[in-house]
């Protein structure tokens, strides 16, 4: 329920802290008193359009917050926290109005859009007047009260989960078909380049294999006579090692008899010798590489063409076409076995779209059911508000499947009896729509209603027993909700548990008028309904008959 109003240099209001407790409240005061000014900066706490011309004359900014206490399960307390907003069972919704007409909202002081505030505090007030065009006269919302009146929201909540995996169900399967019919499409072509490709058997850094060995063949061509002529040379019949070894071998006999001359000659000697072994071998290993058979150079340049032709021929790198072969055989794979994934789609669907039929065909009895209930409840509110001939009807109209069902819900009424019913909002007067909507509000108050609800003048036009009825029924109300009324009726407001009266005052050192509120208790509560009996001048009989509206309330 709403605990705090605190209003700040709105319009007439300089400032403004009000503390409101369950049941019934009443505000009253004059005609022009600021009852209005006081509606109009608590709807712009809960998302009302800004206007920098409700700022007070002279200031730069208005603000209004308005604290509420809730459960924690309460569906506003769940969206502030789907918004990472710290609750504590609390909210504080908060607009900080500029004079230059910019405005910026809060909610627990975190920042956010005037939309997502409105969202949230929709789910806290409902603000109610003669010329409401919110809740209960807009017809978008009479299916969502139907089903709360009934106890229908899982009901509810069961069709449109049905719908919605129909529609994503259906979804996957216009996915599936669609691929499958372009697989169709291009299967001849998929056949023919996932055999080439097959066969072709492509490997990941096979190119690059095939280029290095084809330009070492080629190298080799023209290097092996050399390496053959050389090899000759240091190992062949000409040799200088042979000659090399026998020079060796004289100065060895020799070293003995002058070691000094010849063994630097004979290690130079041995050294000659061991590198040409050492170029020798070398040479050995190069002839060996270099021999090559011609037929595999006609082999290697053979695949290495083909890769690449089959590269430009599919328009990938040539390391692609093992990948390119795989996708290939994927969308072949496709082909074949689309048909049996379409129809196991289908089945599904076929199977969700049924589930959902019979849900919301039993939505829609028991809709009908309900409102029927709905229907007589409403209508018995009506005789005490002096509707005596007038009747409160629930029509259905069959739309196409949706979210939501087959219905489509509207409150009709007929003010009179031989009168056509029409949609509530087009039939019913100012004052009808008013007791219309407040017999509504009673039989709704616990199923499908905002934990706080506003009147606003709803009795203006109502008097005597009107009036009385009208208060008995906000009496009932506020036993379940709270609720608050701006009223000019007397019956109306000896029913409230809480009563602040709207005046305006001098606001002091020259700064004109500003609007106040004050609390009333028991003889100042009397003597302001004695005001609303009397008018300008309190006689002590209106003291009286205030007096008698007080205890027969109590």
Known sequence: MLVQLSIRDIVLIDKL?????????ILTGETGAGKSILLDAFSLALGARGDGGLVRHGAPQGQVSAAFELAEDHKAVVAAKAQNIETAGSLILRRLQLADGRSRAFVNDQRMTTQALRAIASE?????????????VNPGTHRQLVDAFGGLNLAAAEVRAAYARARGLKAERAREQARVEKARGDAAYLRHASAELTGLAAEAGEEAALAERRSTIMQAEKVAAELRDVHATVTGE????????AALRRLERRQTQAPGLIAPAAEALDAALNALDLAGQALDLALRDADFDPRELERVEERLFALRAAGRKFGVPVDALASLAEKFAAELAAVDTGEARLSQLTQAVEAVEAAYASAARALSEARKKAAAELDAEVTAELAPLKLEGAHFTTEFRIEPEGPDGYDQVEFW??????TKPGPL??????GELARFMLALKVVLAERGSAPTLVFDEIDTGAGGAVADAMGQRLARLAARVQVLAVTHAPQVA???RGHFRIAKAAA???SGVATRVSILEKDARREEI??????ATITDEARAAAARLLEGAR
Not at 425 to 430: D, L, R
Request: glycine share 12%; proline share 6%; no cysteine.
């Open 494 to 496: 000896a029913r409230a």
């Open 413 to 418: 009424v007929q003010t009179n009896p031989g």
């Open 508 to 510: 002091g050192q020259g």
């Open 124 to 136: 806290l007030v409902e603000i109610h007047g003669q010329h409401d065009d919110r809740a209960l």
């Open 530 to 535: 004695a005001r609303m009996l009397a008018g």
């Open 17 to 25: 802290d009000l503390a409101f407790d369950r049941g019934l409240t």
């Open 425 to 430: 909002m087009k039939i019913a007067s100012g």
């Open 238 to 245: 000409y040799s200088p090692m042979p000659a090399l070894s």
